[in-house]
T-cell receptor
């Protein structure tokens, strides 16, 4: 079974620009969660999507948004980029059922200049 | 108080020794507990999950959970240099394992 794929793997943007990151979960997984990882704040939950609906949202500003498509692929968007948005953005594919488990993709490393 | 706390380390153990990693959490309602391993520059890799009090063993890894003490630990037996990584403890939030709260991680170095 193929793992979680994320594109692009690396990205350089400048302040004020916007960026869209993509994630394809493990086949059969219908839920996707997004996290931001920085040296200072660690891993922080952004949001979770299931069946094209956002079910949970972390404590991030409205500049961070996402969506999910009918094939479970998900995108997240960050508008008006700030220097502090430089981070590793991780997508997690969620195995549901009685023992839910998250499997992370390789991540997208975003650098904002 | 942080919701999930780990000793940041670094923790160094000699090759072949047992590495013990500890984690405490504040939400008594948490039901799902996970250990992830993260190599430098890579994404977290799930190595263990535990839902019930007691021990769960998988190869050289043993996860231990004590809900009364709000404590979860990971033991790595016969540590190898390839085990050198940051170990992240994660706990489910709001009843869902799709939204995890992570500790800051413990950096482990296994010395040859």
């Amino acid at each position: 079974k193929a793992g979680v794929t994320q594109t692009p793997r690396y990205l350089i943007k400048t302040r004020g620009q916007q960026v869209t990151l993509s994630c394809s979960p493990i086949s059969g997984h219908r839920s996707v969660s997004w996290y931001q990882q920085t040296p200072g704040q660690g891993l922080q939950f952004l949001f979770e999507y299931f069946s094209e609906t956002q079910r949970n949202k972390g404590n991030f500003p409205g500049r961070f948004s996402g969506r999910q498509f009918s094939n479970s692929r998900s995108e997240m968007n960050v508008s008006t980029l700030e220097l502090g948005d430089s981070a590793l953005y991780l997508c997690a594919s969620n195995r549901g059922g009685e023992k839910e488990t998250q499997y992370f993709g390789p991540g997208t490393r975003l650098l904002v200049l | 108080q942080k919701e999930v706390e780990q000793n940041s380390g670094p923790l160094s153990v000699p090759e072949g020794a047992i590495a013990s990693l500890n984690c405490t959490y504040s939400d008594r309602g948490s039901q799902s507990f996970f250990w992830y391993r993260q190599y430098s520059g890579k994404s977290p890799e799930l190595i263990m999950f535990i839902y019930s009090n007691g021990d769960k063993e998988d190869g050289r890894f043993t996860a231990q959970l004590n809900k009364a003490s709000q404590y979860v630990s990971l033991l790595i037996r016969d540590s190898q240099p390839s085990d050198s990584a940051t170990y992240l403890c994660a706990v489910n939030t709001l009843g869902s394992a799709r939204q995890l709260t992570f500790g800051s991680g413990t950096q482990l170095t296994v010395l040859p």
